[in-house]
């Protein structure tokens, strides 16, 4: 057994065929009974158990029936291209939730880790918009909405927010496409769910087991 600590902060984004918002986001069954989507996340500052993770990128591409808290999911993780051996490593477990701590969750919710890879990711702001890429499979921006006020809508404190950020820029994707060799990982779909905000994880040494 060993303590494993990570601390990260950085940008998230999220992407699915739900309509805007997610029910995911407030604890209810996705729309259509079924969720397939994208969560990202762009590392700006970060550490995982001693091995810096700075400026690498995260996606996570996942599909489930039901409610999400009813697990089961199927999940292809990207890590990009840069990282080395010891930060892809470091990465996946993060994300898959395997070192415990605020992302323990998403080993709860796993049902089949499909693939666990390294490849190009690039996440680019231009203006209010944000736009994801990742090798040609999955690619697609995010537009804020915005208020009467002029101000970006928010969401905070929902049962999302401890796996991605509090508080969530409400916001509608644009030309969201996936094509992952299987039918329920492909879609071409435009003004469906999709949030951004930031992110802040602190895991300050949760007990894992080691075989």
Same mark, same amino acid.
């Given at each position: 057994m060993e303590y494993v600590s990570y601390n990260l902060r950085?940008?998230?984004l999220e992407m699915c065929d739900c309509s805007t918002i997610c029910p995911c986001w407030l604890g209810e069954a996705p729309d259509n009974g079924a969720c397939t989507g994208v969560f990202g996340w762009d590392i700006t500052e970060g550490e995982i158990a001693n091995v %810096?993770?700075?400026g690498r990128k995260v996606i996570s591409a996942s599909y489930h029936t039901g409610?999400?808290?009813d697990g089961g999911q199927d999940v292809y993780l990207f890590v990009d291209e840069e990282a080395d %051996?010891?930060?892809f490593q470091a990465l996946a477990n993060a994300f898959t939730g395997r070192l415990g701590g605020p992302l323990g969750e998403l080993a709860v919710l796993m049902g089949t880790l499909k693939a666990a890879e390294r490849c190009p990711i690039k996440i680019s702001a231009e203006a209010d918009k944000l736009r994801l890429q990742v090798d040609g499979r999955i690619?697609? %921006?995010i537009t804020p909405l915005f208020g009467t006020d002029g101000q970006v809508?928010?969401?905070a404190h929902s049962p999302l927010s401890k796996v991605l950020g509090s508080r969530a820029e409400v916001g509608k994707s644009g030309a969201f496409q996936m094509d992952l060799g299987e039918d329920k990982f492909t879609m071409e779909m435009d003004g469906l769910a999709a949030m951004r905000g930031r992110f802040?994880?602190?895991n300050q040494g949760t007990l894992i087991g080691t075989k």
């Open positions: 950085g940008h998230f %810096d993770v700075t409610n999400r808290s %051996d010891e930060q690619s697609g %921006d809508t928010e969401l802040a994880y602190d």
